[in-house]
Nanobody, 117 residues
Framework: VQLQASGGGLVQAGGSLKLSCSAS????????MGWYRQAPGTQRELVAE???????YYSESVKGRFTISRDISENTLWLQMDSLKPEDTAVYYC????????????WGQGTQVTVSS
């Protein structure tokens, strides 16, 4: 199973980016999925989740600014990020959500998001 995130870049504070994660259709149909991020010197944190039923959850730090979605027909998980802040700077990854006990899959390539002030 390969998970590959893309769409990151350099953006000014207040700007937007939309990240995408390529995953297999089997993965997206079998697991609740999540977006994680890791800033230098910190642990990887889960910031957004979407269940198989389509219910979404967000960490307090991104609630109201980020939107997670998926398109199974395109084998893609999305993360729309609006009103970006410098503290959102991190490498972003996708993987399964732990909410219902699923094990993490092998970490794939992340995508760097840098927000300048």
């Amino acid at each position: 199973v390969q998970l590959q995130a893309s769409g990151g870049g350099l953006v000014q504070a207040g700007g937007s980016l939309k990240l995408s994660c390529s995953a297999s259709r089997r993965t997206l149909k079998s697991y609740s999925m999540g977006w994680y991020r890791q800033a230098p010197g910190t642990q990887r944190e889960l910031v957004a989740e979407i269940t198989l039923a389509g219910t979404t959850y967000y960490s307090e730090s991104v609630k109201g600014r980020f939107t997670i979605s998926r398109d199974i027909s395109e084998n893609t998980l999305w993360l729309q990020m609006d009103s970006l802040k410098p503290e959102d700077t991190a490498v972003y990854y996708c993987n399964t959500s732990p909410r219902y006990g699923a094990s993490l899959l092998r970490w794939g390539q992340g995508t760097q998001v840098t927000v300048s002030s």
